[in-house]
């Protein structure tokens, strides 16, 4: 469908060595974009890269700490001399440290905001700013469910950072949305990675715990974000910015006393 059509556009995720970054990254080369893959694990972005190339688009991987603003600037650089254009950003990595509010370091503090606020700012102002003299383009922030909900177990540094990005897209998307550039964040509950995996592996109460607040009754998947990505990048979702989109199974709908699958209990 042409609306969904990404082809002659230039794609940018960061995180692109694996998970939800891979996925989205992999679904805007499907719909026809070429992608520049940005992580510190270069060695996974190339091989992103082989399978974006191996779909008849153009990839590039470029090593980036999206914690550090110069290493961001140098592959907008890069961006500027192969492809002269930038028309969709997911920013999708970043990195926490998760520990009891009592307990965690302000260093440790500040270097979660460096990774998840900080770095997803520089990387909207440098897309942006090619953006705004495109007079078109679309960025998706991750968010997080925490962001907007307490997850409690440690997750202080996490959730403040989330909840600025999210405030973050909102602020963008009102400056930009008059110039053609859309602003909007995805927020997942719980996805099913290797380090939630191992979290489970570790104290299998968890996997219980966090089904119980998911009316779905299963974990995300990193490909349920591909539908999601094309979407937002294309000109399917024109007339949509400062959106704040749950990919939740359902979490942020239920009520913490709330029951789901028909579940009746006496009162």
């Not at 940018?12 to 974009?33: F, H, I, P």
């Not at 399978?51 to 907008?76: K, T």
């Not at 964040?185 to 966090?210: C, H, K, M, W, Y």
Request: glycine letters at 12%.
């Amino acid at each position: 469908m042409d609306i969904f059509d990404l082809s002659g556009r230039v794609a940018m995720v960061s995180g692109a060595a694996s998970g939800m970054g891979k996925a989205t990254a992999l679904a805007v080369a499907s719909a026809g974009a070429d992608v520049v893959l940005a992580d510190i694990d270069v060695s996974g972005a190339t091989a992103t890269a082989s399978e974006i190339e191996a779909l008849g688009q153009r990839a590039v991987a470029v090593e980036c700490d999206i914690s550090d603003p110069d290493q961001i600037q140098s592959m907008f650089s890069r961006v500027d001399d192969e492809f002269g254009r930038i028309d969709f950003l997911a920013n999708i990595a970043g990195e926490a440290i998760r520990k009891k509010p009592e307990d965690i370091e302000l260093a440790e503090v500040e270097w979660t905001w460096r990774n998840i606020v900080y770095g997803r700012f520089c990387m909207c102002q440098e897309a942006g700013r090619r953006m705004l003299q495109q007079g078109r383009g679309s960025i998706v922030n991750l968010g997080s469910i925490a962001g907007v909900s307490a997850l409690g177990r440690g997750h202080i540094a996490y959730s403040m950072a989330m909840g600025a990005v999210i405030q973050m897209t909102r602020e963008l998307s009102t400056e930009w949305s008059g110039r053609g550039v859309r602003v909007n964040s995805i927020l997942p509950a719980q996805v099913l990675n290797p380090g939630l995996q191992a979290r489970i592996d570790a104290d299998p109460r968890i996997e219980t715990r966090f089904l119980s607040g998911i009316p779905t009754g299963r974990f995300g998947h990193c490909d349920d974000i591909r539908g999601l990505a094309i979407f937002l990048a294309s000109d399917a979702s024109s007339w949509i910015t400062g959106a704040i989109i749950p990919m939740d199974g359902g979490n942020l709908a239920l009520n913490a006393g709330g029951s789901v699958g028909g579940e009746t209990f006496d009162e």
